[in-house]
């Protein structure tokens, strides 16, 4: 392989002198350090960063081969393999290196699903394990891999480092994304401890195999907005398809991508991994996602490195490797693992320092690293040791080793700003340092937020609807509390005497009632504070119970008493209709007050109306650029068993309903001068039931449209108020108004009244027909007892003689006789009662004794 960068003459021949001696004998096998490499680079899952870093450890040999100070008299030599990124496939490409001769004194190994089962098992041979691409934090466990060490550094590394930035930018709610593998899982376990101790919540943890689509939809049902995503490059090319397919990107979503993907990692192999989006689709989704990732190049580009090279020096050695091998780098096609290359040249260097320091030790005491073998655990550990100590400045930065083994680095933080990753800063984990630059560019002109920010927004009563229906209710009460004042004023009027004035009065102030229930149903959150909002439910419950019963109460209380009055003369015509009694109507409009008490009062001492809010579904903000939702609230007035305490009421003024409505059928034609109202009475009640039947059930159904309930309410309480108003006192007023009384008055009870002489003249006839009704019962017990006389004196004779003067045998027959006694009363009209006539059955003829004595009687 030809370096890009031209080499001194003396560094060109040492090389060559050294291939020369390898190839030829100058150095036989016993001058030849073999290291066993194991390398991810054909697999279809996983890290396949081998692309890269293989050219780069070949690079590192080559330098490390040409150093004449480095190694004397050795040369080092790397067998490897593709492991894939399968640990089954890395595992036996392990033993091909152990049981394969010669012996390597230390394996390279990368993908950390391989560095696992590889340094898990390595222990046995007593081999020293360095992963130059392994970033799993279960790998910091000295118990399990006790040999262990690594250039990459542990995933954990950038967890403080999302951390630091989660409270920078004010984020205290994440989500995590993560991919079934074992180096993401004890990520995720070691982040999620952090977010704990930085009291961040953790919405949502989703996971997947191979296919992201679901784990990304719960993700959107979850509300996520700040998402950590762990996973390997070409799972992170599904993610960002089907994140783009569900919009969880732009301005309203932050997304953290693991930093050491290829820079061009979301534009390439689209087809050949059967990616179902377009370049320009992964572009829009990729736009703006943070990254973080510990240093892997030096960031002195000018700062000479152990191997005699500066980090550019480097790039541009590996950009030539790569296109010998058929990259086009030119347009920034770069192999998987290429942002890792670096650390792969420095695990190299890392194993030639520790193969030099540990050849000066066992000179030492007389050994030398060609006396190791998989049994002998003294080298090994002079060889870990060396390794342990090692510390240099490496293409990647500082190489040094904590105790568990991990690479020591500081964190870079990146952000994807029109297609190109810039970075934003760094973050020293040890000092708690973060630099930063103040280039991060958010979609939208600001930080996104960490959750879907919920603006309550109280849905009120339109304003305009209010003020008409407060007018349209001042009008009612001002024409309620006018009717009041003419009814007591004209009281002494027979067309208000008659219709009883004072149960009038109830009547007005139940409608005053009602209409002033209609200005607490319009209040809302506009008027009044949330802590009294269950004052002004419990005033609606009470004036809107009271209202009705007081208003239908008295109409209900006279239709009732009209029917009575109507029964009671259908089942007993002789009997008089008697004057109403206006306490009998008082009563019945008491007890329905009574009912209501009985069942309030209990309501509002165990169970009060309280506010309960209503939620709506969430809504966009009238400005695209809100980056928030809308969540509609209601209020309503309920009680914790607001459903039986609603029952209860209903089912009582049902009741009533139903009766009075029954009550008005049964007397809609009834006309009667006690009540003279009492056909408008019956026609009002019917339109309030009807009314009421529309209302309850429909008011039910529209409740969580304010507008369209408080407007149907408050017209169908205006609507009865006034009708009730119209139908019952607008007669009145048109007759008193009208001047014209007894004519008026007659008129409206529609039925031809007499006039005062007509009146004397028809109670003296009714006295008069008392009288002879008196007299007529009189003289039948006279005949009676006549005919108990004739019977008696015809048993004693037991002869018959003739009828008496005065008395006409009708009919004489064997056995019967009919006498017919027509009395006229010369002082009686006959007008007034015509003739009366008694007709008598005896079995016996009248003796003539008995016939004188009847005459002389009559």
Request: some cysteine; overall charge neutral.
């Given at each position: ?675 003279n109202d009492s056909q408008y009475v019956a026609l009002t009640i019917y339109n309030v039931v009807i009314m009421c039947l ?50 008026a008055e007659s008129k409206y009870n529609h039925e031809e009244r007499p006039s005062k002489e007509d009146e004397e003249k ?97």
């Amino acid at each position: 392989m030809q370096p890009s960068v031209p080499w001194t003459l003396w560094t060109l021949l040492i090389a060559l002198s050294r291939m020369l001696v390898t190839v030829g004998g100058g150095y036989t096998d016993s001058n030849v350090l073999h290291i066993g490499g194991i390398f991810p680079i054909g697999g279809q899952a996983g890290w396949q960063g081998g692309q890269a870093c293989m050219p780069a450890a070949r690079l590192a040999l080559e330098d490390v081969n040409a150093r004449k100070d480095l190694l004397p008299g050795y040369v080092l030599k790397l067998h490897s393999n593709d492991s894939e990124c399968e640990p089954g496939l890395g595992a036996s490409v392990m033993y091909n290196l152990l049981y394969n001769e010669p012996t390597k004194l230390m394996l390279l190994a990368g993908c950390s699903t391989v560095c696992t089962t590889v340094a898990e098992a390595a222990k046995m041979w007593n081999l020293v394990v360095l992963c130059y691409g392994a970033s799993s934090p279960a790998l910091s466990d000295r118990n399990r891999f006790p040999t262990l060490f690594r250039t990459h550094p542990s995933a954990t590394v950038h967890n403080p480092t999302r951390i630091k930035l989660m409270k920078k930018f004010g984020w205290s709610r994440v989500a995590i994304l993560q991919q079934a593998e074992e180096v993401f899982i004890s990520t995720v376990e070691d982040l999620e401890a952090r977010c704990s101790e930085a009291a961040i919540e953790i919405v949502t943890r989703q996971s997947f195999l191979s296919d992201p689509s679901d784990a990304v939809r719960n993700l959107r049902r979850q509300d996520a907005r700040v998402i950590v995503g762990l996973f390997y490059v070409v799972a992170a090319r599904r993610v960002l398809c089907e994140l783009y397919k569900q919009n969880l990107y732009g301005k309203s979503y932050t997304w953290f991508f693991i930093g050491w993907y290829e820079d061009n990692w979301f534009e390439v192999n689209l087809d050949k991994e059967n990616i179902d989006c377009t370049v320009e689709q992964m572009r829009a989704a990729a736009e703006g996602h943070l990254t973080t990732e510990a240093l892997m190049w030096n960031q002195d580009e000018d700062e000479k490195t152990i191997s005699g090279m500066t980090s550019l020096d480097f790039r541009k050695k590996l950009n030539d490797a790569l296109r010998e091998e058929g990259y086009d780098i030119d347009k920034n096609r770069y192999p998987e693992g290429y942002q890792e290359a670096p650390l792969a040249y420095d695990a190299v260097w890392s194993v030639a320092l520790a193969f030099n320091k540990t050849m000066d030790r066992l000179t030492q005491i007389g050994k030398s690293l060609k006396d190791f073998n998989y049994n002998n655990k003294d080298v090994a550990d002079n060889i870990y040791s060396a390794i342990n100590s090692t510390q240099f400045l490496g293409v990647s930065g500082i190489v040094a080793f904590s105790s568990q083994g991990d690479r020591i680095a500081l964190t870079q933080i990146e952000q994807v700003i029109n297609g190109s990753y810039v970075v934003l800063g760094y973050y020293d984990t040890q000092a708690d340092n973060l630099t930063w630059r103040n280039k991060e560019v958010w979609i939208g002109g600001k930080v996104p937020q960490d959750r879907t920010i919920i603006k309550r927004a109280l849905r009120k009563v339109s304003l305009l609807l209010f003020i008409c229906m407060c007018t349209i209710s001042t009008v009612g009460i001002v024409i309620a509390t006018a009717l009041i004042i003419f009814n007591i004023w004209n009281k002494h009027r027979r067309v208000i005497q008659s219709s009883h004035p004072v149960c009038n009065t109830i009547m007005l102030f139940g409608i005053i009632v009602c209409l002033a229930s209609v200005f607490l149903m319009g209040l809302d959150g506009r008027f009044v504070f949330p802590e009294r909002f269950p004052s002004v439910c419990q005033s609606r419950a009470w004036l809107l119970t009271l209202g009705f019963t007081l208003s239908f109460g008295a109409m209900f209380s006279k239709v009732w008493r009209v029917h009575r009055l109507s029964t009671r003369a259908k089942t007993d015509p002789k009997v008089k209709m008697k004057k109403v009694q206006p306490w009998k109507l008082y009563s019945m409009v008491s007890g329905l007050l009574v009912i209501d008490l009985f069942i309030m009062i209990p309501w509002q001492v165990i169970d009060p109306l309280q506010r309960r809010v209503e939620l709506f579904p969430l809504e966009d903000p009238l400005e695209e650029s809100d980056d928030s939702k809308i969540r509609p609230e209601l209020e309503h007035c309920e009680s914790h068993h607001n459903n039986v305490w609603l029952s209860v009421i209903f089912a009582y003024k049902g009741l009533v309903l139903l009766f009075g409505l029954f009550l008005a059928y049964e007397t809609r034609s009834l006309k009667i001068k006690q009540i003279n109202d009492s056909q408008y009475v019956a026609l009002t009640i019917y339109n309030v039931v009807i009314m009421c039947l529309i209302t309850v059930p429909v008011t039910m159904v529209i409740s969580s449209q304010q507008d369209a309930s408080f407007a149907f309410v408050s017209v169908a309480i205006t609507f009865c108020c006034f009708l009730c108003m119209a139908l019952i006192f607008l007669p009145k007023v048109i007759a008193v108004l009208s001047k014209a009384s007894d004519k008026a008055e007659s008129k409206y009870n529609h039925e031809e009244r007499p006039s005062k002489e007509d009146e004397e003249k028809y109670q003296k006839l009714l006295s008069d027909n008392e009288d002879l009704q008196r007299l007529i019962a009189q003289k039948e017990e006279k005949i009676k007892k006549l005919r108990d006389r004739i019977q008696e004196r015809e048993r004693e004779a037991g002869v018959t003689s003739a009828n008496p003067p005065g008395v006409a045998a009708l009919t004489q027959g064997k056995d019967t006789l009919i006498v017919a006694d027509f009395i006229t009363d010369a002082g009686t009209s006959d007008s007034a009662c015509g003739g009366c006539v008694s007709l008598y059955t005896r079995s016996s003829r009248c003796s003539q004794s008995d016939a004188e004595f009847s005459d002389s009687y009559l």
